[in-house]
């Protein structure tokens, strides 16, 4: 299998979640459907579980344009690229052709909740699969990351994180993984608290769920490469499934994604039931007004030129039906929480006896698509004066002293994220 190629051939349209059927002809015919639609393939005895997702962060069912770099491959700038995760894909297809042992699976709807992966973990709490021990997913940005901590709780040990690491920059004297602690979320983490092992890995993508999305192509061959001689089976098992270790890290989120980006960051104002964050990001930005329909509200989100958010404004009502949508992601994901705290821009989940953890929105953007306003066509400055002429507009500096009290029924919330 020619690494490139493949890579080309899987990015050449994008993959909504509820298209990944259209996917499957490019695939391995060995592989078969469970009965929730993923695939999977198992090969030879290993104790290994490896996954990657075939959707593609998108609703735009549309053709890619790519452009290659030097080893950068990109798109035209009107679509996303999908590297996120057909670079985990290949890489996958690649192990398969290569015979190296190990259980495959290929989830469907990673980008709108870990659909396939929460629905195979539900299915295997009570009778795990047997003789799993490390749960790999081959998703994660940038060239060196082995993720130790998935929303702030670990998901493999250090000892397992470092030897993994070890192996992999040993077999490509190129390489420079290390432990990450800062891990979001990805299919791995539904198998948390049933296998000891779990992690992700850097694929060598870049800028994912933007038209700015690329791949380093070189790095993809590279570690397609070395899959096929580090020693799976035998990498340590350390970490206890029936305890949950929170990360003493703090501020991943806008912190930790500047960083890796390289835009600018000033600083914030807020004020009680209004959200106003402000930064100065290097790039020119745009803000897009919308009407909230359902709490007769003008709003707005502002973004940076990545279509990153980087302000808002956005009712009380509305960041209080975001946080609970938020909150139903953490029970349904098992994640033990005290108290979420939602601003609209940054999560922070506070845990028992624990450190914080944090995340922003653009973030939580790939797992709740109902809080993704940038799709909205925007208004004119004119409609914006207008509408707010001719309606109560709802005051920015107070909120109901009694409204966080309110018990609402889940069925109140957004449902898209949940089948």
């Known amino acids: 299998m020619n690494i490139k190629e493949k890579f080309l051939e899987l990015t050449k349209r994008t993959y909504p979640h509820g298209t990944e059927k259209d996917l499957f002809p490019l695939l391995n015919p060995e592989l078969c459907d469970d009965e929730f639609g993923n695939l999977f393939v198992k090969i030879g005895e290993s104790d290994v579980m490896f996954t990657a997702h075939?959707?593609?962060?998108?609703?735009?069912?549309?053709?890619?344009?790519?452009?290659e770099d030097g080893k950068i491959i990109k798109t035209d700038g009107k679509s996303i690229l999908g590297a996120d995760d057909k670079a985990g894909v290949t890489i996958m297809l690649y192990m398969i052709e290569n015979k190296i042992p190990g259980l495959y699976y290929f989830f469907l709807g990673e980008e709108v909740g870990c659909i396939g992966s929460r629905k195979v973990a539900s299915k295997y709490k009570e009778q795990k699969i047997s003789g799993i021990n490390k749960v790999i997913s081959f998703d994660r940005r940038g060239t060196n990351s082995v993720i130790t901590f998935q929303s702030g709780s670990r998901c493999c040990s250090e000892k397992f994180g470092e030897e993994l690491a070890k192996q992999l920059n040993t077999i490509e004297n190129s390489f420079s993984y290390k432990n990450d602690p800062?891990?979001?979320?990805?299919?791995s983490i539904q198998f948390v608290s049933l296998y000891p092992e779990c992690t992700n890995i850097s694929v060598g993508y870049q800028f994912e769920h933007t038209y700015s999305e690329n791949q380093d192509i070189e790095h993809l061959e590279k570690l397609a490469q070395a899959c096929l001689k580090v020693d799976w089976n035998n990498l340590p098992v350390e970490r206890d499934p029936s305890k949950t270790e929170y990360s003493s890290y703090y501020g991943y989120g806008y912190g930790y994604a500047y960083e890796d980006y390289d835009y600018g960051w000033a600083s914030t104002k807020k004020s009680y039931g209004y959200t106003n964050y402000e930064t100065k990001p290097?790039?020119?930005?745009?803000?897009?007004?919308?009407?909230?329909?359902?709490?007769?509200?003008?709003?707005?989100?502002?973004?940076n030129k990545r279509n990153d958010v980087i302000s808002v404004d956005l009712c009380p009502e509305r960041l209080l039906l975001e946080k609970q949508n938020i909150e139903k992601v953490l029970k349904d994901l098992e994640i033990d929480f005290d108290e979420v705290k939602w601003n609209g821009l940054t999560l922070t989940v506070k845990y028992f006896d624990s450190a914080d953890f944090t995340c922003d929105r653009n973030d939580l953007i790939e797992y709740l698509p109902s809080l993704d306003y940038s799709k909205y066509s925007s208004l004119t400055q004119e409609a914006v004066e207008e509408y707010t002429s001719k309606q109560s507009y709802k005051s920015m500096n107070t909120i109901s002293n009694d409204w966080e009290s309110k018990n609402y029924d889940w069925d109140y919330l957004d449902t898209d994220l949940f089948d």
């Open 54 to 67: 075939l959707d593609t962060a998108t609703s735009a069912l549309t053709e890619v344009v790519h452009v």
């Open 282 to 303: 290097v790039d020119k930005t745009e803000k897009i007004w919308f009407i909230d329909d359902k709490f007769d509200y003008v709003s707005f989100v502002e973004l």
């Open 182 to 187: 800062t891990g979001l979320l990805t299919d």
